[in-house]
């Protein structure tokens, strides 16, 4: 790899003029397209008034081109927590400009596209930055339940970028691809800052599905990837693993942390590691670890220069570390033990901030946008869980007397909807509530006090909705199996996937097929990694499909196939280990 250069001296040092930067929708971007894109927009940022500036990107290559044209500027950069139409618009009222892509949906006026055709000024020299005086705003959720401002110095991002080349430097990756976005603390720093000082190649598109990853790691140099729990665990039924261990060099997960069972599946086929990080955005990264023992998984390890503390009520997190914006300990919201050897396991979140896909999310946020409303005088939100589904959030609603004569004339489905349409601008679609209760008034201990397990009980009448087809049909002989199913609407995997038109996910048709194949073959061996899987029709709720399964005892391997009539739907391989 190239030398180090911190992002402060970066633009001042430079690199060879063909050295590889970013791979982005317009192909290879070299060190000296790069150049000349920032000297560009910060010529025209030179034209443009106010200190305050907030970049909206997707596109990583882009948000790197904004971010150093602004600093370079002297512009204050502002990132947002999402992309969502209120919260950028609550953003843009701040601030003096727009750096974007494109102006669609954004305030006029206030935007600057990120680039313009034939723009370079050759003659517009870098010099080095103030690394304490350029400074970063990026927002997170709080517990005050609105996204906080978290205002970081250069410095703490680039003393973090450090310490993540020392440690994770040698692994031999020459670039860095991403599921995450690019605008988060988490890929800002692992997907944009960290290839950028190091020299490796960054991936200006997010991977969104599972199947894109080993087709575009087959054609990047020894790629590293930066994802999250969310995207492994749906890609893990999915990805063949000795195949994606060939490419790979490197891998992180960060936003939560990763289920031990699904990070030892990993660590023990792939090559490399996938390393977790535990951090937030207050805070940067705090620990790492590496999990192959999914029942005795390793306690966190503080990174270099971290140092970590429980608080006065000798249970919550503290943090002491050069990535923090001020001097002295930070406390986190996470309870935790800190054993002999200064290594520490977490115990749970002390506040109401909650992990939705490795996003956080404010159950106060929510509950302060639905009490503005006329038709509600209180609410709870609450995370409900359950077996074999994702996380999705209830609300527990008392309503106005104009909410209940609503209810009355129309139904509870209009309340629901025109509260749903209300937080949609402002929310993420994972953090918009799934199932609501409308009730007089909220459940009270003995004590007074409302319990998440009391507002958890109001849910339970039509909790544990079925998670399996029902089968209508089946014809079977030793080795083949043929399965009627009807795939009833209320199916919890219907739930939010889509909005518009709700499909089986690739993920149940897997898991289905698994749970058949071990019932009607008898397969006790483990599972390995699934093979030729395609995708070639969607499956509609209600609809009613065939399970055809074939087993090769011998070999360990699965065939599946899911169909209607003449049209085939999807079909893979899954090897399990042969039997002895």
């Not at 063949?240 to 086929?269: C, H, I, K, M, W």
């Not at 590496?290 to 029942?295: E, I, L, R, S, T």
């Not at 209830?394 to 937080?423: C, D, M, N």
């Amino acid at each position: 790899m190239d030398s180090f250069i911190p992002i402060s001296r970066l633009l001042a040092g430079g690199r060879p003029p063909d050295h590889p930067v970013a791979y982005s929708v317009r192909g290879l971007e070299t060190w000296e397209a790069f150049q000349g894109a920032v000297r560009g927009l910060g010529r025209r940022l030179e034209a443009a008034e106010g200190r305050n500036w907030l970049i909206v990107c997707e596109d990583a290559y882009a948000l790197a081109v904004a971010l150093l044209a602004a600093l370079h500027g002297g512009r204050r950069v502002v990132f947002p927590a999402n992309l969502q139409e209120g919260h950028l618009a609550e953003l843009a009222a701040k601030v003096e400009g727009v750096l974007a892509m494109s102006a669609a949906g954004l305030p006029e006026g206030k935007v600057l596209e990120v680039f313009a055709d034939g723009e370079e000024d050759k003659d517009w020299s870098f010099g080095e930055l103030d690394a304490e005086a350029c400074e970063i705003e990026l927002h997170t959720s709080g517990s005050t339940g609105r996204p906080e401002a978290v205002l970081k110095p250069l410095r703490c991002l680039e003393s973090e970028v450090e310490v993540l080349e020392a440690i994770f430097g040698s692994t031999g990756a020459e670039s860095v691809l991403a599921t995450v976005p690019a605008y988060h603390i988490y890929g800002l720093l692992f997907r944009v800052l960290w290839p950028l000082s190091s020299g490796r190649t960054l991936e200006a598109q997010a991977i969104a599905f599972p199947e894109e990853l080993i087709a575009l790691a087959a054609q990047r140099p020894a790629p590293a990837l930066v994802s999250s729990p969310a995207f492994l665990r749906r890609a893990l039924p999915i990805l063949d693993l000795q195949e994606l261990g060939r490419y790979l060099r490197g891998a992180f997960s960060s936003g939560g942390p990763l289920p031990p069972d699904v990070a030892a599946a990993y660590n023990t086929v792939l090559d490399c590691d996938i390393v977790e990080v535990y951090g937030s955005t207050e805070t940067g990264g705090i620990a790492r670890r590496v999990v192959v023992d999914a029942v005795a998984p390793p306690p966190w390890a503080p990174m270099p220069g971290v140092a970590v503390g429980l608080a006065e009520d000798g249970q919550t997190i503290t943090v002491r570390s050069p990535f923090l914006a001020t001097d002295g300990v930070f406390e986190t919201g996470d309870h935790g033990e800190i054993l002999a050897d200064g290594r520490f396991v977490l115990r749970g979140r002390k506040d109401r901030i909650v992990k939705l896909e490795e996003r956080r999310v404010s159950l106060i946020e929510i509950e302060e946008r639905l009490r503005r409303h006329d038709e509600v005088i209180d609410v709870r939100v609450l995370p409900l869980e359950a077996s074999g589904a994702r996380t999705t959030l209830g609300a527990v609603v008392v309503p106005s007397e104009q909410g209940w004569l609503l209810i009355e004339s129309t139904g509870k489905r209009t309340l629901r909807e025109r509260l749903h349409r209300a937080l949609k601008p402002h929310l993420e679609t994972l953090a918009l509530p799934r199932r609501w209760r409308f009730v007089r008034r909220l459940p009270e201990s003995a004590q007074g006090k409302i319990t998440a397990a009391a507002l958890a009980d109001l849910f339970q009448g039509t909790y544990g909705r079925r998670t399996e087809p029902e089968i209508t049909g089946q014809i079977s002989d030793a080795a083949r199996v043929t399965l009627g199913m009807r795939l009833d609407p209320k199916l919890i995997y219907f739930d939010g996937h889509f909005e518009a038109a709700a499909i089986l996910p690739g993920v149940a048709q897997v898991d289905w097929a698994i749970q058949q194949a071990r019932k009607w073959f008898s397969i006790r061996g483990p599972f390995q990694r699934i093979e030729a899987l395609k995708f070639f029709h969607v499956i509609p709720a209600g609809a009613c499909v065939e399970m055809a399964l074939e087993f090769d005892a011998e070999k360990g391997r699965l065939t599946f196939q899911y169909r209607r009539g003449d049209v085939t739907h999807s079909s893979g391989r899954i090897r399990f280990e042969p039997a002895s």
